[in-house]
């Protein structure tokens, strides 16, 4: 069974960081990325990255957040640092298998608030 479970949302204050972490099994994955979804907004690409490691950033949190992967673990994260209230989100993992050309997998979310 292909799971990819999110962890490490909560609440924190403005200026603030976070890691969030999602751990993957059931295949093998080539890119990943981190998506957010705000109340009543549409589900966004906040960053991403290749199975080489190259990385992309939405221009809103370019500077702040790091998104980076450890194959042997086969885990990614995302190092939110410097965080604002806009930033609050349901944020999601998504993972493009490596086997099934085409297919793409989700976590189920983990929430992240930013709040004084």
């Known amino acids: 069974q292909v799971q990819l479970v999110e962890s490490g949302g909560g609440l924190v204050q403005p200026g603030g960081s976070l890691r969030l972490s999602c751990a993957a099994s059931?295949?093998?994955?080539?890119?990943m990325a981190w998506y957010r979804q705000a109340p009543g907004k549409e589900r966004d690409l906040v960053a991403s990255?290749?199975?080489?490691?190259?990385?992309n950033y939405v221009d809103s949190v370019k500077g702040r957040f790091t998104i980076s992967r450890d194959n042997a673990k086969k885990t990614v994260y995302l190092q939110m640092n410097s965080l604002k209230p806009e930033d609050t989100a349901v944020y999601y993992c998504?993972?493009?298998?490596?086997?099934?050309?085409?297919?793409?997998?989700w976590g189920q979310g983990t929430q992240v608030t930013v709040s004084s």
């Open positions: 998504k993972g493009d298998s490596a086997v099934y050309i085409g297919k793409s997998y």
């Open positions: 059931g295949t093998m994955f080539s890119g």
């Open positions: 990255i290749t199975s080489g490691s190259r990385t």
